[in-house]
């Protein structure tokens, strides 16, 4: 009975959330629409979703460490370096395209692993050390590359990167949506999405309750770098080339988008459609500024103001109930 | 009954402290030894000067950190610091560079007591609060100068980078700070109310701290050490330039946690500190100095900071199971 009245809540609050996300979305299309008459087209819109589907990926795997009471700042360097690596080793060519991939979640798998080890066997504290493997990421890469990258992606992940499925659906936006299906499912209907949920909400009392805390955290960081690492291989195909500066955004972006999305910072409270809804406003909403012309600069103020207004609605929401 | 009252610089942290020191001694004297050019006046004053602007930002930090909190946005302050030096130090009339500093120290000190204020008044976590102010600070610092330009009175810099031997203005002001520090953390209430706040803010509350009040201030001294860090940096480049600061966040953090501040807050030593600080720019230094490429540096200084956890978590519980018994 109280399990249900829980997982009903819990829903409810979800889908309140996504109701908010909708209506926000509209609200900018309709604003959009005023600003520029006829340039609300569903071309425009897929075209923002596959903006917003490397973005929406890397919110996946923030959205799992986050449930489980982590953060992962190291998203953004894997990014990064999942593009030097994907172009060093696929030199514009098909044939190298496996090979290019393995190497890449190999790294992200490393750099999980690395985050995993030092937050839940060295107790160092998760932005801690997440940054810590960021910053040895970008040393990495840095070294690698010298400094200049060069180099091309082979024509299959650009077209991956730039093509669109039966000529309407961006593919990048069709793999968004497959992997957030996939997670949602797992998070809704598997041991272990309730696992992750207990985990985040009180380790101690899931610890008691016999579940294995430490493999769900270990789990979550490892299935975050991998999808940062699918972000990054698609970013890549959609740039074409390389650049040491493309995973610049993702950290404070994919954090902004995972709390608009309804998650709460200490963990144990959100999904996955509200994330998913967020990148797709967040994208929208920057579309509308550099249509108004607000530069780079506008966009990072609108950034922090909304990671720190959300958490604080959260908490002023939270306070009222208590 | 005795031992009840532990004055913080009486803690067996100095014991580590003096550890650090010995670390950066033997690092110097190893390099002395291998290259002739390491020892000279000349390059003892280079490093020295190299490393204030991280040892002064890095005591703001420690500071936070052991009441509790931690600053992602010194690095963006320090930016900004940079841009509002150019843009309002072009001249060198005393109202210019006067007005310049002036302006500097409100705009880092009033970044700092936004910060406080959002960790003590709006209740978010410090992580979110600093990280949103750092996105906040980084986008100001481009409105205020999109590229590194601008142009920092050539008096004011070449004041601010005298030098004498191994002896220069910044190290003199880098001592200030540190003397105004030591002051303020271990002869006055402020300071015991940190630590006290640091190790727990309820029963802190509850002896009487003004928890707010202290925490509060601690966010402004880290904001002032980023805005006095920002005027150095302007004055050595005598441009301002909106991303210098990026990479100060983490390195502060790695000063203070090499120098013995605990994470959890309640623990640390501004000295310490300052060693955490030399130590990184002389392994920096001497890694330019042995030819290795200097992109190296990331990878080195997320090692030493996941080291310098790693001893201290294991010493504390070498620690513990002394003061146990067994």
Redesign the interface.
């Known amino acids: 009975m109280q399990e249900s009245d829980l997982k009903s809540r819990k829903i409810s609050q979800g889908s309140r959330q996504c109701l908010i996300l909708l209506l926000s979305i509209t609200c900018l299309f309709v604003l959009q629409a005023v600003l520029r008459p006829g340039s609300v087209t569903l071309a425009q819109g897929m075209n923002i979703s596959r903006q917003a589907s490397t973005l929406g990926i890397v919110v996946l795997g923030q959205t799992l460490v986050i449930l489980t009471g982590g953060?992962d700042l190291s998203v953004g360097s894997i990014v990064t370096i999942t593009n030097v690596f994907a172009v060093s080793y696929m030199k514009g060519q098909d044939e190298n395209f496996f090979t290019a991939v393995l190497v890449c979640a190999g790294i992200g798998l490393a750099a999980g692993a690395v985050n995993a080890i030092?937050v839940l066997k060295?107790?160092?504290?998760p932005?801690?050390?997440t940054?810590?493997?960021s910053?040895?990421l970008?040393?990495?890469y840095?070294?690698y590359t010298?400094?200049s990258p060069s180099g091309n992606v082979s024509p299959s992940l650009k077209q991956i990167g730039n093509g669109l499925c039966a000529g309407v659906i961006p593919y990048p936006t069709l793999i968004w949506t497959a992997l957030a299906v996939l997670l949602w499912i797992a998070l809704s209907y598997t041991p272990f999405g309730r696992y992750t949920y207990a985990v985040g909400e009180n380790p101690d009392a899931a610890g008691l309750c016999g579940i294995s805390v430490d493999r769900i955290k270990i789990s979550a960081y490892l299935l975050s770098s991998l999808f940062a690492v699918a972000a990054g291989l698609l970013a890549s195909g959609y740039i074409g080339t390389t650049s040491l500066s493309l995973g610049n955004d993702y950290i404070?972006n994919s954090?902004a988008v995972v709390l608009i999305g309804g998650n709460s910072?200490e963990g144990g409270k959100g999904g996955v459609w509200g994330g998913f809804l967020g990148a797709f406003l967040l994208m929208l909403l920057f579309a509308l500024l550099t249509m108004v012309h607000v530069?780079?600069?506008?966009?990072?103020?609108?950034?922090?103001?909304?990671?720190?207004a959300v958490?604080?609605g959260q908490?002023y929401g939270l306070?009222r109930k208590g | 009954m005795s031992n009840i009252r532990i004055k913080p610089f009486r803690n067996p942290k100095v014991g580590s402290v003096a550890v650090i020191y010995g670390l950066l001694l033997v690092v110097f004297a190893g390099m002395a030894v291998v290259s002739p050019s390491y020892r000279s006046i000349e390059n003892i004053g280079n490093i020295i000067v190299q490393c204030i602007p991280l040892a002064i930002v890095s005591m703001g930090q420690t500071i936070v950190i052991i009441g509790g909190g931690i600053d992602m946005s010194v690095g963006a302050m320090i930016s900004m610091s940079t841009c509002i030096a150019a843009v309002t130090m072009s001249s060198d009339s005393a109202v210019s560079v006067g007005g310049g500093l002036a302006r500097v120290l409100l705009a880092s000190s009033g970044a700092g007591l936004l910060n406080g204020l959002g960790v003590n008044s709006c209740k978010v976590p410090p992580l979110i609060t600093t990280l949103s102010m750092m996105t906040v600070l980084s986008g100001i610092s481009l409105a205020i100068l999109p590229q590194a330009g601008g142009r920092v009175s050539k008096v004011f810099a070449d004041f601010m980078m005298l030098r004498a031997g191994v002896l220069s203005v910044s190290l003199l002001i880098l001592i200030c700070v540190y003397l105004l520090l030591r002051r303020a953390m271990y002869h006055s209430g402020f300071g015991n109310a940190v630590y006290a706040i640091g190790n727990h803010q309820g029963i802190a509350a509850s002896m009487g701290v003004k928890v707010k009040r202290i925490s509060i201030l601690t966010y402004v001294a880290a904001g002032v050490c980023a805005g006095v860090t920002g005027l150095l940096l302007a004055s050595r480049m005598r441009i301002g330039d909106p991303v210098i600061g990026t990479s100060f966040g983490l390195d502060s953090i790695t000063a203070s946690a090499i120098g013995g501040t605990s994470l959890n807050g309640g623990e640390g030593q501004v000295s310490g500190t300052i060693a955490g600080a030399f130590l990184i720019g002389m392994l920096s230094n001497m890694m330019n100095i042995l030819g290795v490429n200097h992109f190296y540096q990331y990878v080195l200084k997320g090692i030493l900071l996941v080291a310098a956890m790693i001893i201290y978590s294991i010493s504390n519980t070498l620690e513990v199971k002394r003061h146990a018994g067994i």
Not at chain 1, 122 to 125: E, G, R, T, V
Not at chain 1, 295 to 308: E, P, R
């Open positions: 953060i030092g060295l107790k160092i504290a932005f801690v050390m940054l810590c493997t910053t040895m970008q040393g990495i840095l070294v010298g400094g404070t954090l910072i530069g780079q600069a506008g966009k990072l103020v609108i950034q922090g103001v909304i990671i720190f958490v604080f908490r306070g």
